[in-house]
């Protein structure tokens, strides 16, 4: 009876220590975009920037098909926020990314058959449609990132650069 005891023990130990650690990412993945007029590196404020079909219609997220939050809500980017503390470095919220545009996607978004929309509320700029591809997504778990490595084409883990035309 010990050495069974003493087996189960070392068995449930075996499977304990020897699974995988998962990613915060992981399921997760992002699309960044840089906004920016021509010539300029800072980002634009206050832009609406949405996920839309090829009829230009935004994205509804139902049941969290593509996302993971936002339920039943349209795909709309958010901008990233500084979260740190008066006095400490300076933190976003996305940490993978600067003052971008971002929307957190499920590692299933079928990037290919969607576009963003870019707008300018204020009227300045003119809007834009850019197709997405699934290079577009920031894949951040390190199993994802091996993957993509090996393969020939354009990187992940990059924004989207977009230079805004005033009308």
């Known amino acids: 009876m010990k050495n069974l005891y003493a087996f189960l023990f070392l068995l449930f130990s075996f499977f ?3 699974q995988i650690q998962h990613c915060g990412y992981d399921f997760t993945s992002y699309v960044v975009v840089n906004a920016h007029e021509n010539g300029k590196s800072e980002n634009l ?3 609406k920037i949405t996920v839309v079909n090829p009829n ?4 509804i997220n139902i049941n969290n098909m593509y996302s993971w939050s936002n339920s039943n809500q349209p795909l709309v980017f958010q901008q990233n926020y500084l979260i740190n503390k008066e006095g400490e470095k300076e933190r976003y919220f996305f940490p993978y990314a600067k003052d971008n545009y971002f929307i957190s996607v499920a590692n299933t978004f079928p990037a290919e058959n969607f576009s963003i929309k870019i707008e300018d509320p204020s009227g300045v700029f003119k809007p834009q449609v850019i197709p997405l591809q699934s290079f577009n997504l920031y894949v951040l778990c390190s199993s994802e990132n091996e993957k993509q490595s090996r ?4 990187r992940t883990n990059r924004p989207i650069d977009v230079v805004l035309e005033r009308k």
């Open 151 to 154: 393969q020939f084409g354009p």
């Open 45 to 47: 404020k206050n832009l």
């Open 16 to 18: 304990s220590f020897s």
């Open 56 to 59: 230009e219609t935004v994205v």
